[in-house]
């Protein structure tokens, strides 16, 4: 069974930087998974800011994190990282982090992703 928890979250300055963790304590994952960061504000819509394939680790961002953004994992340690660099005070939200094997090329979509991680705020402040 697949069990995700985030943890790293925190207030930060416009300008910061904060490592999440996403970690997964039940099932390991095979090679045809797909672990993406979403993250959700207040009256909005989850959106889905990166994600990785463990088929051959390839990674995609939304345009608004490129550049800034980092996702990647531990093989060893089951466990999806996203490394956030200059951070904007638009980052500010829940981010939760999901996986599954249905996702396909719809990263960004979750409709796709059955399990889910309880959360972690992100607060930056201008």
């Known amino acids: 069974q697949v069990q995700l928890v985030e943890s790293g979250g925190g207030s930060v300055q416009a300008g910061g930087s904060l490592k999440l963790s996403c970690a997964n304590s039940g099932y390991r994952y095979s090679s045809y998974w797909c672990i993406t960061w979403f993250r959700q504000t207040p009256g909005k819509e989850r959106e889905g800011v990166a994600a990785?394939?463990?088929?051959?680790?390839?990674?995609f961002y939304a345009d608004s994190v490129k550049g800034r953004f980092t996702i990647s994992r531990d093989v060893a340690e089951n466990t999806v990282y996203l490394q956030m660099d200059s951070l904007k005070p638009e980052d500010t939200g829940m981010y939760y982090c999901?996986?599954?094997?249905?996702?396909?090329?719809?990263?960004?979509?979750?409709?796709?992703?059955?399990?889910w991680g309880q959360g972690t705020q992100v607060t930056v402040s201008s």
């Open positions: 990785l394939y463990t088929a051959d680790d390839a990674t």
């Open positions: 999901a996986a599954d094997v249905r996702a396909g090329i719809s990263w960004y979509d979750s409709a796709k992703f059955d399990h």
